[in-house]
């Protein structure tokens, strides 16, 4: 298929040279699509169906198989041999059951290893005599050792993650999952089917995958190629705000208060609050003639605008058009005949353009934003009544800086700018949003996500036990208010494929103090022997980092998670002792397979084997007890296979 591509003649067949490079461009990207990838079989499933599908064989009466797999694939005379796991064929695969077989008489499972096909397993489903007994191939896969990127999920997806993957696109997703639930890899999955169902659609408005850093966006980068799909742009909150350049760091009060909804209400006020009524009429000259418009007259266009609510910036540019109109009223009035360039010349005129100028002042939002933080008198005036004093004088800054390119902005103002850009001017919307780690958003970053999908749909994904912000989500309801979608669906994954049901057992310990709302998780994998905790006295250092070494005598990957403070101590502790190790983000090979692990970065990243060191340092680096619990409990949920703790300083009374 790649080579019937490759060998394609473009010439003479555009009309123009745009339109040749524009075809240029989708071949390269068609040929990309195609491309070989040594450890991914074409094809993981076959389905045996009772009875024929295709309208031509429909009439024999006999049945149709169809071999699953994550593309298209068809043979050199254009027929089909393995079916895209997106189409509606193919979804029997994934949602059949000896209750419901869906027309399938045999669904088989193929194992592969390192590209190879090494086993096959049958399930007769129609087959009534046949025991109903737990996939051994889908377990095999779902436990094989994370060495490389994360890997997709497309041959082990289970009914209630196919049930949210298909979800019309119409509608918004919000998908609370427990750690290891496959929530990630959901909500990717999603974008790839949405891709396939809706290409046209989605080629014209995009799709966008938001995740909470730079280095969870590189671990799940591989994915989507994996799965034929390219053109999906990720990013992450900060990035959908870089107005202007973070230099500064809020205090966590400062932070909170910023990201909080009342200062969508604050900001509001700060764009209209230049926006007046004139005392004197307006003169406008044409020819020689003179036309008045009362002081009156420009009050009530101008309050009429203000009561539509329509965008600061639009509404700029709507006022010299309104007061044209009333000119050309007198004028008619006057015995002319003006036509519309007779309104667009009058709204242009020098007279009209002061009213509007002096009324309806240009608005440049990071200019606004930098007074707000910067003038006590002008943020009392705009935050009457939502903000007290006290937390006024938290909002400002400590320093106030001159101008704009100077001002120590921080990561929360810059959410503010956006707002304010977004109070002028509209934001453009995609066609669909992907925002993982949602949790741990604010408010004011709900608001700023939502304003890329207002027109269209989004993916929500999250789990409120990992909320490690002190701004962090409380309900679902309430953050989809924000997020502008409080209609979406809320789905509940509790059933774990990842972590062992040891490990997850010890983390929900902490579940009544940080998220007392939500039912403990549960996983199929009963490893025994995946969890260990042990105390050292002395020598904590050299306890972990000869934990570390042992993990690596195991296959598959190695995390050491560790307290930001820790992570310098034990980057030369391991360099010392001979043991290379990565950065988060960064592939494991078969050399480095050891990836040292910042808690603060350890969210949605994941490891056969996991070392962790002190948790009392890694609740003790966070500004409060609780968002300190919630990071130890994300620290905990990291291990595929197995999970080391060790600790000198006592433990937390819920994990005791």
Sequence with gaps: MREDVEALDLKDVTGTWVSAVVLQRQVEERIAALADLAHTPLFFGRLDYLHAISEDLSEGGGGERFYIGRRHVHDAGGDPM???????????????????????????????????????????????????????????????????????????????????????????????????????????????????????????????????????????????????????????????????????????????????????????????????TPTEPLMVVRGSRRWRVPAYELTEIIEELKGREIRYGAARE?????????????????????????????????????VVKE?????????????????????????????????????????????????????????????????????TSLGHVVVDEAQDLSPMQYRAVGRRCSTGSATVLGDLAQGTTPWATASWQEALHHLGKPEAHIEELTKGFRVPEEVIAYASRLLPEIAPGLAPATSIRDLSGSLTVSHHADGLVEAVVEACRKALTFEGSTGLIAADARIPVFAEALTAAGLPHLTPGTETTAEARLTLVPASLAKGLEYDYVVLD????????????????RRLYVALTRAVSGLQVLHSEPLPTALL
């Design 318 to 354: 709507a006022l010299p058009q309104r007061i044209a109109h009333a000119v050309l009223l007198k004028m008619e009035q006057g015995g002319e005949a003006p036509d519309d360039r007779v309104q667009d010349a009058v709204a242009r005129n020098a007279a009209v353009k002061a």
């Design 82 to 276: 393995v079916i895209d796991w997106r189409a509606p064929v193919s979804q029997p695969f994934y949602r059949a059951s000896r209750t419901d077989p869906q027309d399938v008489e045999c669904r088989r499972r193929f194992g592969y290893t390192g590209g190879e096909l090494t086993a096959y397993e049958d399930e007769h489903l129609s087959d009534p005599a046949e025991a109903d007994t737990a996939s051994a191939l889908l377990a095999a896969e779902i436990e094989k050792p994370r060495v490389g990127p994360m890997r997709d999920i497309v041959a082990t997806i289970q009914p209630e993650q196919d049930e949210i993957v298909r979800a019309d696109i119409t509608g918004t997703v919000c998908v609370q999952g427990a750690p290891g639930t496959g929530k990630t890899a959901v909500g990717l999955h999603r974008v790839a089917y949405l891709l396939y169902a809706h290409r046209e659609r989605l080629a014209r408005t995009g799709t966008l995958v938001i995740g909470p850093n730079s280095s969870f966006l590189q671990y799940i980068e591989q994915v989507l190629p994996t799965l034929g799909e390219l053109d999906v742009a990720q990013a992450t909150v900060q990035q959908l705000v870089a107005h202007v350049e973070v230099r500064g760091e809020d205090t966590a009060e400062a932070a909170r208060l910023k990201g909080d909804a009342r200062m969508a209400e604050v900001l509001r006020r700060a764009v209209r609050s230049g926006i007046s």
């Design 614 to 629: 002190e948790p009392a340092a890694v609740i003790t680096g966070e500004p409060d007890e609780r968002t300190g619990l």
């Design 359 to 427: 009324c309806w002042p240009p608005v440049e939002p990071a200019k606004l934003v930098h007074r707000l933080l910067s003038d006590a008198e002008f943020l009392a005036e705009c935050a009457a009544g939502v903000y007290d004093e006290a937390e006024q004088a938290a909002l400002r800054w400590t320093k106030p800086a001159r101008s704009v390119k100077t001002a120590p902005w921080t990561a929360a103002d810059a959410v503010l700018v956006d707002e304010a850009t977004d109070l002028v001017q509209r934001t």
